[in-house]
Nanobody, 124 residues
Framework: QVQLVESGGGLVQVGGSLRLSCVAS????????IGWFRQAPGKEREFVAA????????YYDDSVKGRFTISRDNAKNTAYLQMNSLKPEDTAVYYC?????????????????WGQGTQVTVSS
């Protein structure tokens, strides 16, 4: 079992920055990959970024590449999503998820555990 809790969301102006955190508990954090997804009102949940169990590889959706950075600190059981140069279209609920089998997957169904989400709102 894995429990994930996101935090760090909020209201920010266009061009601003936020850092989301995802704190994990349960199974050893260093054994699984982490992905970040987001869901805007009326839209499907979509992939944002993923990082392997050891932080050695990362993958980003094209929409956030160059603006967002995913990272993890296995000693703190925490993953991060640093979001810079935020745009109104980044407004969504952001979720972290644990993938116990693969790594760097962009597919929702391949993730085994999900957090409750944190709201990010970018105002213009």
């Amino acid at each position: 079992q894995v429990q994930l809790v996101e935090s760090g969301g909020g209201l920010v102006q266009v061009g601003g920055s936020l850092r989301l955190s995802c704190v994990a508990s349960g199974r050893s954090f260093s054994e699984y990959a982490i992905g970040w997804f987001r869901q805007a009102p009326g839209k499907e949940r979509e992939f944002v970024a993923a990082i392997t169990f050891d932080g050695g590889s990362r993958y980003y959706d094209d929409s956030v590449k160059g603006r967002f950075t995913i990272s993890r600190d296995n000693a703190k059981n925490t993953a991060y999503l640093q979001m810079n140069s935020l745009k109104p279209e980044d407004t969504a609920v952001y979720y972290c998820a644990a993938d116990l089998v693969a790594g760097l997957s962009t597919i929702l169904n391949e993730y085994d555990y999900w957090g409750q989400g944190t709201q990010v709102t970018v105002s213009s």
